[in-house]
């Protein structure tokens, strides 16, 4: 499942396409039907959360491409004309680039099932971005840069803020922490030993969010995700899709329900029920 960890390790993945010129564009969503940006050079990648963005230049401006992977969504790189890795039907972005890593080879990117694709002029990128809270893996997490203070307390505030919500929820918003998604909340709700339904005030803000933060900025170069110190498939998570099955700390059976989604643009599940799961002994729901 696409979280802030898959996004900056795509957007590492991508970084040989910076100063790269765009041979090739073919926008299949319509709102960039008509866009063109063959000529123009890839500036610069980057992630935050779990947007990815391009700053793609030409002699007209600078703009951003700003995708969102959801759910389903990837970016595969192959050869030009060579044979894709997944159906034609679902690419939505086709993007060839010359000299990424070979200056003589021509390299195509395609974007299956994304979620979201926008672009629009760089200008813009602070008030489209304004919905987006501070992200864990970002520069500017320990020091002040968009915020006047540092991204980690900006997050803490954001989070006390919510003393409406349950944690499950907050922890999912992303104007309050960017990047988070369902099995990081799984995963850190369990480790805190609270039920994801419990309200906010249950937790210490800073605690919930340092450990946040220890938790993706841990697995921001794994290929798997670890939370229990196992790096072996199966056993790496304690609760997140384990339902019917014994904690693996007190041996009571996991459990599973749902709870309502982020109320935010930001997550494009909004207001949506998502799952959660839990140990009932681990974590007893408040009250």
């Known amino acids: 499942m696409p979280e802030g960890d898959t996004i900056y390790q795509l957007a590492q993945r991508l970084k040989p396409l910076e100063g790269r010129t765009i041979t090739h564009w073919d926008a299949r969503v319509a709102s960039l039907a008509t866009t063109d940006a063959v000529g123009s050079a890839i500036e610069r990648v980057w992630p935050w959360g779990k947007h990815l963005f391009w700053a793609i230049t030409s002699d007209r401006g600078t703009d951003i491409l700003d995708t969102h992977l959801r759910m389903d969504g990837t970016w595969r790189t192959h050869a030009a004309g060579s044979r894709w890795t997944a159906p034609e039907h679902t690419a939505r972005l086709v993007v060839r680039v010359t000299g990424a890593p070979d200056p003589g080879v021509e390299v ?28 864990p893996l970002g520069h500017d997490w320990n020091v002040p840069g968009r915020w006047e203070r540092p991204g980690r307390d900006e997050a803490v505030a954001r989070l006390a803020a919510e003393r409406e919500t349950s944690l499950g929820e907050a922890v999912l918003d992303q104007r309050v922490i960017a990047g988070l998604g369902n099995v990081f909340r799984a995963e850190l709700c369990f480790l805190l030993g609270v039920h994801p339904a419990a309200a906010v005030t249950v937790r210490d803000p800073a605690e919930v969010v340092d450990l946040a933060a220890r938790l993706l900025q841990s697995n921001r170069d794994r290929t798997l ?41 930001a997550d494009p599940r909004a207001g949506q029920e998502r799952l959660i799961y839990w140990c009932p002994v681990c974590q007893p729901r408040e009250g």
Do not use: K
């Open 108 to 135: 195509e990117l395609v974007g299956h099932d994304l979620g979201m694709v926008e672009m629009w002029p760089a200008d813009l990128y602070e008030q489209r971005t304004a919905h987006l809270g501070p992200d």
């Open 225 to 265: 995700r670890v939370f229990t110190g196992v790096d072996r498939p199966g056993e790496n998570t304690w609760v997140y899709s384990r339902q019917r099955r014994p904690c693996r700390r007190c041996g009571t059976t996991i459990q599973r329900d749902t709870l309502g989604g982020a109320t935010t643009v």
